[in-house]
């Protein structure tokens, strides 16, 4: 690689960059990734520095990592948007954006970030099934079943890979939890086209969702599994997703001091790690309860206080206000924190 010119040393750093994620090796993917991005203003190719910065992002969001993964974005956006030529790299990076301001909370910001990338798709139709997935799950957290629903459509409507295929199916079946109706069939599909090797952050999470209609003793297996790989991968978000269900699990399963022993260590992680694709909101309302089944009553209701506030104020200052009464009363976690809290 070093006898290459610069730009086929960039090309071939951010290539390798995105095998190591795919093949569950970030942190060496994110020294790729790096490197890639050095070498781009050198090699004059500001796209290519605006796609790296925005792969580096996806690399940390995968770990976690939301708000190093912001700060990356913002580094893409302006490699991007300070030349003309690099105005093409855009499409991906207002995919990335929209879901990592999705997973941060901050939901307002995420839908005008959907808004632009749907507008940035229509130039790259292939995408346009990942970006209604991001809106989907958006939907799902501000509490739009319906405008969920016609999101899941939109991205069914052309052929799409079969990972792909899997991450749809998964949604569908958050959407019928949402709706309190029967999800079995959709997290089943899901569970079967998930990939079997790589990707282990989307196999991990439709794990963690298919486990929901398993019994709780039987489910209780699946996230200290997702948890250990997840540690063992540098996967940290992956890891505390799996914390939260394992806290749920082994309460519905009677095991009262491990649900106690999970919802701890849930807590206990650092308060820059955020559960990959799982809403937060669920952290505080699995270890409240956990807790609370566990005896630890006090801390409990630390807990759900803590979730409850956090309710408030995003509703109040990241929710678009004709969806704020939906995001408090029709998004499940929000409604069961609030009446735990009360």
Known sequence: MKHGSEALQQSFCNDLACCLDNADAPREAQEMHRHAIELAPRAGRPDE????????????????????????????????????????????????????????????????????ALLSLAQHPVALPVGHGHLACLWLHLGQGARARQSLLAAQAVPVRVFLQARLAQLQGRLAVALDRPARASFTQAQALAPQAGRTVLQSMIALDHALVLPPEQALAVPQEVVQRGERLGYAGVALAGRIRAARFARLAGQTDQARQWARAALDTPPDIEPDDLYRGELWLQAALALRAGGAKAAARDAADIGANWVRQRAQAQVPAPFRDSFVHRNPVNRDLLALAG
């Not at 030349?83 to 301001?101: S, V």
């Not at 909370?105 to 839908?111: I, P, Q």
Request: aromatic share 4%.
């Open 49 to 116: 520095a605006a796609t790296a910065c925005t792969n580096l992002a996806t690399s940390l969001r995968n770990c976690g990592d939301m708000q190093g993964a912001m700060a990356q974005l913002l580094q893409a956006r302006r490699h991007a948007l300070g030349y003309d030529e690099a105005l093409g790299a855009t499409w991906h990076l207002d995919l990335a954006t929209l879901a990592i301001l999705r997973d941060l909370g901050r939901f307002d910001e995420a839908l005008r970030a959907g808004e632009l």
